[in-house]
């Protein structure tokens, strides 16, 4: 694992990040592929021609739903899905926040109720690491509660505190894990992460006990989560400049394509946010000129592509009239064509970042970027 800085603009950041499964150019939108899929019937095939350099899965979904012992079995998550370039899968963490109503917390770990039946579930740093290591990924995230961003201070000291102690059990099991003859990926990298809600006191002293692991990369979680999007650039001014300029920095699930321009801005080089898909399955696509609902009568007798010179599968082929007539008739490839061309969009607009940070006109690019998606369509 070597993670190179090539450029910086402020505190911006331009990388280069070589990892067994090949090497990542940074900043980087990472496409969620939650159980080895990206939601909207898109292909590994397809991510390919729209540019994906990595796709992320879950630890929680993959384990309740198929197994990631059967996975290990079948060779782990690259070969069960035909994908040869890195993954990166979360932790479980995020589902501590978002299944709060049947979950408890211990010192050992968490005790899930599991949303497909219901059965118990018991997962801590160690089992975490387990199934990441059965899946085989390349970046594995630590394991780690996400407390709101607006809870109380001392619930979230007390939380940060464990997620410390947390982080260390995960480093000690993947050490472990690594060694082991019959693990698939005895390369597989531990990303920390930071928490602290809004509090970032709690952040910065959080980054700098996480810094001193000299871990491969480190992750801001507990953003997008409830806070403004004001608290969560705060944030990022705060406690960026306290982890490794010299290691990848992830702010996770996050965002708007002006989110993203904003955190790179603030030093982030790894993202990654279900919108492209999830808004894209509901008939929402992006373009340089903001957003557009496909539903809209005015598309109706549209004969133009979703965005005129775009070089996706979508616009290359189709018109926005016959992408909303699908969208209409409930056809699953009006989903699938506008989740193509959002991820295009995505991850063309990331390699459009990357090439004004090698410009040295990063500043200039966001400021237009970010004009011309406000200004909307002529």
């Keep these: 694992m070597k993670y190179e800085l090539l450029k910086t603009e402020g505190l911006a950041k331009r990388g280069r990040f070589h990892t067994v499964h090949g090497v ?59 994908w040869d370039r890195p ?27 599991s949303h497909i039946d219901g059965r118990k579930i018991f997962m ?18 630590a394991f780690d509660e996400c407390p709101p961003a607006l809870a109380e201070r001392k619930y979230v000291e007390d939380s940060v505190a464990r997620t410390t102690r947390w982080l260390y059990r995960c480093k000690d099991e993947m050490m472990r894990l690594n060694s082991l003859e019959d693990t ?4 597989q990298l531990l990303f920390g992460i930071n928490q602290g809600a809004v509090y970032n006191d709690i952040r910065i002293e959080h980054a700098k006990a996480i810094s001193e692991l000299d871990l491969p990369g480190y992750a801001v979680g507990g953003l997008a989560v409830g806070e403004s999007h ?20 992830y702010l996770m699930g996050v965002g ?28 929402h ?3 340089n000129h903001g957003k557009l609902n496909l539903f809209n009568q005015k598309f109706e007798k549209d004969m133009r592509p979703i965005e005129e010179g775009c070089g996706c599968p979508t616009c290359r082929s189709y018109s926005r009239a016959y992408v909303r007539h699908l969208l209409k008739a409930k056809e699953m490839l ?9 991820l295009y969009f995505y991850n063309t607009m990331m390699e459009e970042i990357r090439d004004s940070l090698d410009a040295g006109m990063f500043a200039t690019y966001k400021k237009n970027k970010l004009a011309s998606m406000e200004a909307g369509e002529d």
């Design 87 to 113: 993954i990166l899968t979360d932790s479980g963490g995020f589902q501590v926040f978002s299944l709060a109503g049947i979950r408890k917390i211990k010192e050992e770990g968490v005790t899930f109720n």
């Design 124 to 141: 801590g740093p160690e089992e975490s690491m387990q199934i990441q290591s059965n899946l085989g990924s390349t970046i594995a995230m």
């Design 285 to 287: 696509v992006y373009t």
């Design 184 to 187: 698939i990926n005895k390369e």
């Design 230 to 249: 004001e608290q969560m650039y705060d944030v990022l001014d705060h406690v960026v400049p306290y982890l490794p300029q010299n290691k990848p920095t």
């Design 256 to 283: 708007t394509p002006a989110n993203i321009l904003e955190a790179v801005e603030r030093g982030v080089d790894f993202f990654d946010c279900v919108y492209p898909s999830r808004n894209g399955r509901h008939g």
């Design 334 to 342: 009006g989903m699938r064509l506008c989740v193509l061309h959002n």
């Design 24 to 82: 990542v150019e940074t900043p980087v939108f990472m496409n969620v592929g939650t159980v080895a899929a990206i939601k909207g019937a898109v292909s590994t095939d397809d991510l390919k021609e729209i540019k994906c350099q990595v796709e992320l899965s879950n630890t929680y979904h993959l384990h309740v739903r198929t197994g990631d012992k059967l996975i290990k079995e079948l060779g782990g998550l690259h070969r069960f899905m035909g």
